[in-house]
């Protein structure tokens, strides 16, 4: 079956220092979406990539979508405490439903 | 405009009864999702609803899962003759088709 990975599953970061998490499919994926869940909280909508190579930044965060469209990135520059919580990508299987990867789990040491 | 609504937040049950757990999606969403999350883990689908019918339900447990999205009312999740291992985080998300999904603050599940 369709299956999201997601590397680091756990990441622990000093205050001021970059993260990347990344997400890879064993499928070309028509989109990819990042979700952030704060802890005890529920997903939020982060960013929708949908084209090949796509590049796309909020604020500290960039996102990409790898040119085969098999693999999607999240850049976190000069994390902050906010940034605590667990950053989930999720792919859509079919037409309209989401597989979740594993997720990273972001600790950021103040 | 209010978000997903999801109640009760906790539910406490014991092992046999049943659980129901009610999900309002957002106005104007007619796509339902829940999502199943166990605690450091990630969110494993479990079935995908447009009003009044079943899309997608290959996520849930064959016996003892159901889920329905009725014309009027909210989306039920009902967990029949629960167990230790139903323990978890009952995530509901809609969305009005493509593109992101709100999810309701979750239901947690605590079988004694």
């Known amino acids: 079956g369709q299956q999201v990975m997601q590397i680091p599953q756990y990441q622990h970061v000093q205050e001021g220092e970059d993260f990347t998490t990344y997400c890879n499919s064993s499928t070309t994926l028509s989109n990819i979406q990042w979700y952030k869940q704060r802890p005890g909280g529920h997903p939020v909508f982060l960013i929708q990539?949908?084209?090949?190579?796509e590049v796309k930044k909020q604020k500290r965060l960039t996102f990409q979508f790898g040119e085969a469209k098999k693999n999607s990135s999240l850049h976190i520059t000069a994390t902050q405490t906010t940034d605590v919580g667990t950053y989930f990508c999720?792919?859509?299987?079919?037409?309209?439903?989401?597989?979740f990867g594993t997720g990273t789990r972001l600790k950021v040491l103040a | 405009n209010a978000g997903v609504m999801q109640n009760p937040r906790h539910l406490v049950r014991r092992r046999g009864q049943e659980a129901r757990l009610r999900c309002s999606p957002m106005k104007g969403h007619s796509h339902v999702y829940w999502y199943r999350q166990l605690p450091e883990e990630g969110l494993k689908f479990m079935v995908y609803l447009q009003k009044e019918n079943i899309i997608d339900e290959s996520g849930m447990p064959k016996e003892r899962f159901s889920a329905e999205f009725p014309k009027e009312g909210p989306s039920i999740l009902r967990i029949q003759q629960v167990v230790r291992g139903d323990s978890a985080a009952y995530f509901c998300?809609?969305?009005?088709?493509?593109?992101?999904?709100?999810f309701g603050s979750g239901t947690q599940l605590s079988v004694l």
């Open positions: 990539l949908v084209k090949s190579g």
């Open positions: 998300a809609s969305s009005p088709g493509e593109g992101e999904l709100f």
């Open positions: 999720a792919e859509l299987s079919g037409t309209y439903k989401y597989i």
